[in-house]
């Protein structure tokens, strides 16, 4: 058991506590593009909401962004560890309702070469502990 106020050299890392940068979809064309990594509730000043982070293949750099309910439909937890392109329409009106909307385009591909494991190697049966 370690005691607190005293410095520990035996190895433990220091998570880091940084968030990825929040990209904001705010003009018509906006797009990101990387492997769905997370999907996470989270509350905020304006209530419950969910946030996407996708990270880029080449250079594993993370990008997160707030999911509209348009966006909550077409990013699902089945795409977990696909690579996945958004992008954002612009303003639609749901002809039922009458009310604007904005409009998304998500599309995928599935497949182990999109996905990016924890140390860059592909995850081999005999490694997995369970």
Do not use: C
């Not at 769905?36 to 880029?56: C, H, P, Y």
């Not at 009310?99 to 592909?122: I, N, T």
């Amino acid at each position: 058991m370690s005691k607190k106020n005293q410095p520990v050299n035996d190895g433990w890392k220091t998570a880091d506590p940084d968030f990825p940068d929040l990209f904001a979809f705010v003009e018509e064309g906006d797009q990101v593009a990387g492997v769905l990594v997370d999907l996470k509730s989270v509350t905020t000043d304006f209530g419950e909401g969910m946030i996407a982070t996708l990270t880029d293949p080449e250079s594993g750099a993370d990008v997160a962004f707030f999911l509209s309910t348009a966006l909550r439909r077409l990013l699902t937890h089945k795409l977990l560890g696909s690579l996945v392109r958004v992008e954002y329409l612009g303003f639609r009106r749901n002809e039922k309702t009458g009310r604007d909307y904005k409009a998304f385009q998500v599309q995928y591909r599935e497949g182990p070469q999109e996905s990016l494991p924890l140390d860059g190697a592909p995850a081999v049966d005999d490694e997995i502990p369970f």
